[in-house]
């Protein structure tokens, strides 16, 4: 209360921050007439000028000034329009890195373009985001006349474009891309082998189109890149067959073609293995004459083989593993049961599929994931832009950094939003909702029904059609289509009813939109149109204009509330675009998911002791205000979920950050050999630790277990024994010496012959292969910790964040002895007998051959028909784990008491 009174005396601080940025406007402002007298050549210049004082050492905001009103000039004569002082405001609140929240109908395409200019000065790249591709394309072509008369290049950045056109796209100055492709191309760029093929170089500046569906509403579904782990199964089943044909060699006979390590889990062959291997792969067909198993392009026939050695000598039916219906059950070795649905990575569960003659199943492996919370986090900087943000404006602060400002609308709002009407059931909401339809459409007045499903839409549909009232129904996926739609929703007397309101370009004009009629106009007669023709469809248009004015707007009609405040204001602001008359209702019944849980059953006892038939509603203010009560609750719990995960997230994301910036390290660097050195430092010094452990005394060291484990890893052959003959002091720091010295000599002697240049290629593209394949199975541990943690913590009574985190390093700092381990091997053990592979063979052209890129659909806004709401979901997930106590942690991960969290709830 006192705030708000507060806020009234001074001012809040929104409205002090706009008043700040006044004096900036009139500045721009001042400068017009200086503009307008520019030729168009002089204007052009202005970009060259401006780059060159940034070379001098001004800032962007040395500039903003002028630049803007430069852009604004250019603005009116490429595409006609004049950035209102309300649109440069919004401008200089996006290039200071905010969220700028301007209703429908603000022209924030237009918007965007004062702060893309300024920013893309600097010569690094501007990205605008959008959340379709036909938007991308739309508003890079309409804008992009702006830029190109500005010297200024733009791209377009979508799904299924060619590589080459994507590469040329980045190099642009402005790109307008969708955020999954900018995603996926972050994801894709992290896994190249080489500098060329990276698409994006750097990230320095995004402005996010409809910044609270991206953000919020899709935070929590990650963009997954995953490719099947080998397209040909059967690659397993032939290679199972080789390995009965090699035998293991044992302790006490030298002779034997591969050795294991029990201790270790892992299997390796000898020198004698090594060729026989080849000469049964070659008798198998699946090795030509001249190749090696080590040819890099046979390195995944190496770790199967590799896989199906393991498979038959290090796990063991009934023990490691059962048959059970055909397939494989992995038997957890701690505790003995078994894990449903789990599978071992990098081929081994495909391996013993092979050796027990059941079926091979294709696994599908994630090559790279990541969340929008955490790729838009890597920009230098970032902006937004959306009609709905200050709801969530806390969440954008705490999560992103991003401050929400509320720019003015350049015209007053003149909609009236009408109190909820509450039924006792679906049936009397629906039957009102007819009615009102009916009602807007005597009077000509357009009406615009949101729903929440498909079915909704379509049961509503159902009515009308008894009623001869033509309607548009829109609840499919096609973007065009929908614009479309859209253009004719505000002709007199026009009915749509459409589903998932959110997306862009859904400004919906009164009297039908004047641009398209004139577009089609042109379209349907391209030897040209007349002016006589031309004035009478603006003439008409103009009639149909003033009609729809008078007949009240744009009415629109809520058919449920949602969950968020932020989805039902985005749907009302469809009405009253730019000072525009028009009306909002919401037709609740104590049927909808949100009234359920929180109104009833009190309320329809009272509603029935009223003697309330189905079709009579109650409506007052204090119901609309209980409503938006509850909608804030499960708000808030939405916003502790997303904060959860971005916890969770954080870990890996961490790991993300040390991995790219280690490939691009790699990739960046002209030789790694010093990398190569310090693996081998790290690799050598961990076997020796582990079977002569530092604090054992010599009397107690496992010489036989290193010197096998130095035979499979590394090929060589090592006493100790021999060692201490000539040194009896011998330690084992100068057994890791010998080690280091033996290795680096064997492989300095067998790349003697190759080109200086080719080795740095062959070390690097070797390196960064194997660093992504252990990569790969480290993001499925990962997974698998996520899963079982949650579960484990809530029977432990553990905090699940804090175990997961524990735990996570420890998989991190395994993968990386891991990454060190494999490199080693495989420089150790490759062998060259042909000429050397060229270096463009070497790269794995064929791992995003057949990726798949999955961005599973957003909850919040996705068309809910089949989907339990958000809500549901909780209680629903809070149901699965009935064993909580409530003064139990909850098992989401949250680290509340279950009865703080999903079990208030339930
Ligand atoms: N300064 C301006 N003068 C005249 N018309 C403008 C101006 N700015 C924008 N417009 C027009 O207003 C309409 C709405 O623009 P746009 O779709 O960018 O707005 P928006 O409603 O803010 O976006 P959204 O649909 O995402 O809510 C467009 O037809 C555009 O051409």
Request: net charge negative; aromatic share 6%; glycine share 6%.
């Amino acid at each position: 209360m006192i705030g708000k009174l507060a806020s009234k005396i001074v001012g809040s601080r929104n409205d002090r921050f706009i008043k700040s940025l006044t004096k900036k406007v009139n500045a721009i402002n001042a400068l017009e007439s200086k503009m307008q007298a520019l030729s168009d050549e002089d204007l052009q210049a202005k970009t060259t000028a401006f780059k060159s004082r940034i070379a001098a050492g001004e800032t962007l905001d040395d500039l903003l000034v002028e630049a803007f009103a430069v852009c604004r000039e250019a603005a009116i004569r490429t595409i006609g329009l004049r950035h209102y002082d309300v649109q440069l405001i919004g401008g200089i609140v996006l290039h200071m890195g905010k969220i700028a929240e301007m209703r429908t109908g603000e022209g924030k395409t237009l918007v965007a373009t004062l702060a893309v200019y300024l920013n893309a000065l600097s010569g690094n790249g501007v990205h605008v985001v959008t959340v379709n591709d036909y938007l991308a394309r739309r508003d890079a072509e309409q804008m992009g006349k702006l830029y190109e008369f500005l010297g200024l290049t733009t791209g377009v950045c979508v799904g299924q474009m060619p590589i080459e056109e994507k590469i040329a796209a980045y190099e642009c100055d402005v790109i307008y891309g969708t955020n999954n492709e900018l995603g996926f191309d972050y994801l894709r760029t992290n896994m190249a082998l080489d500098v060329e093929s990276r698409l994006q170089k750097t990230l320095n500046f995004a402005i996010i189109d409809e910044v609270d569906s991206i953000l919020i509403d899709e935070a929590r579904t990650p963009l997954i890149i995953s490719g099947p782990v080998d397209q040909d199964n059967d690659i397993y089943r032939r290679l199972n067959n080789i390995v009965p044909h090699l035998h293991k060699q044992t302790d006490d006979s030298a002779a034997g073609d591969f050795t294991v390590d029990e201790k270790d889990k892992s299997v390796g062959l000898t020198d004698d293995g090594h060729d026989k291997v080849e000469r049964l792969l070659r008798d198998a067909g699946l090795l030509t004459a001249e190749e090696s198993i080590y040819n890099p392009a046979n390195i995944r026939l190496f770790h199967h083989l590799n896989a199906c050695l393991r498979a038959h000598n290090l796990y063991h039916k009934d023990d490691h593993y059962i048959v059970s219906n055909g397939e494989i059950v992995i038997v957890d070795e701690f505790t003995g049961r078994t894990m449903p649905g789990r599978r071992w990575s990098e081929g081994l569960h495909q391996a013993i599929e092979a050796k027990e003659g059941v079926e091979i199943q294709s696994e599908n492996q994630t090559l790279a994931s990541i969340t929008f919370q955490n790729f838009f986090r890597q920009y230098d900087k970032l902006a937004g832009m959306t009609g709905t943000a200050d709801t969530e404006a806390a969440e954008f602060q705490q999560i992103y950094d991003l401050e929400t400002i509320v720019v003015p609308t350049n015209l007053p709002v003149r909609r009236a939003d009408e109190a909820d009407a509450v039924f006792l059931n679906t049936k009397g909401k629906f039957g009102a909702v007819v009615e009102d339809i009916i009602d807007s459409h005597k009077r000509g007045q357009p009406v615009l029904v949101g729903t929440t499903s498909i079915e909704v839409s379509e049961a509503i549909g159902e009515q009308l059609k008894a009623t001869d009232i033509p309607f548009e129904l829109l609840n499919a996926k096609q973007h065009e289509r929908e614009a479309h739609i859209i253009e004719n929703a505000g002709c007199l007397g026009a009915v749509t009813i459409a589903t998932n309101m959110a997306g862009r370009g859904t400004d919906i004009v009164l009297g039908g939109n004047l641009e398209a009629k004139l577009r089609t106009l042109a379209e349907n007669n391209p030897e040209g149109v007349d002016d006589k023709t031309m004035a009478e469809v603006k003439a008409k248009w103009q009639q149909d204009h003033d009609a729809v004015v008078a007949a009240g707007g744009l009415r629109i009609i809520g058919t449920e509330r949602h969950e968020s405040r932020r989805i039902d204001n985005q749907l009302r602001g469809r009405a009253g675009r730019q000072g525009d008359p028009g009306s909002s209702k919401f037709y609740l019944s104590l049927d909808d998911s949100l009234m359920r849980i929180f109104a009833s059953p009190k309320m329809a006892g009272m509603m029935q002791k009223l003697g309330m038939t189905e079709d009579e509603a109650i409506e007052h203010r204090m119901i609309s205000n209980a409503i938006e009560n509850a909608q804030r609750k499960v708000e808030a719990h939405n916003f502790d979920a997303r904060k959860n995960l971005i916890e969770y997230d954080d870990v890996s994301n961490e790991q993300r950050k040390v991995i790219y910036q280690q490939r691009n390290e790699i990739m960046e660097s002209e030789s790694v050999a010093d990398m190569l050195v310090d693996l081998r430092e790290s690799a050598v010094g961990a076997m020796v630790d582990n079977y002569l452990p530092p604090e054992a005394m010599p009397s107690q060291w496992d010489k036989q277990g290193l010197e096998n484990a130095v035979m499979a890893d590394y090929g060589l052959s090592l006493t100790v024994d021999d060692l201490i003959a000539e040194n009896p002091q011998l330690t084992t720091e100068e057994i890791k010496s010998w080690l280091m010295d033996t290795l680096s000599a064997n492989y300095d002697q067998k790349m003697e012959n190759a080109d200086a240049n080719w080795r740095q290629a062959f070390e690097r593209v070797m390196s960064l292969r194997i660093l992504d394949e252990q990569w790969r199975a480290h993001l499925q541990s990962m997974d698998y910790l996520k899963q079982g943690i949650m579960l484990r913590a809530s029977r432990a009574q553990k905090d699940p964040r804090q175990e997961y985190k524990r735990e996570a390093f420890y998989v991190f700092q395994s993968f990386l002895d891991k990454v060190a381990e494999h490199i080693t091997q495989f420089f150790a053990k490759v062998q060259f007998r042909e000429q050397p592979i060229a270096a463009e063979a070497m790269k794995d052209e064929k791992t995003l051959e057949n990726a798949a890129y999955q961005h599973p659909e957003a909850d919040g806004l996705a068309d809910s028909s089949n989907q339990a709401s958000e809500l549901d979901q909780a209680a629903q997930s809070a149901s699965e784990y009935p064993k909580v106590g409530r003064n139990e942690l909850c098992p989401c991960g949250s680290g509340k008491k279950y009865k703080h969290c999903h079990g208030r709830l339930a």
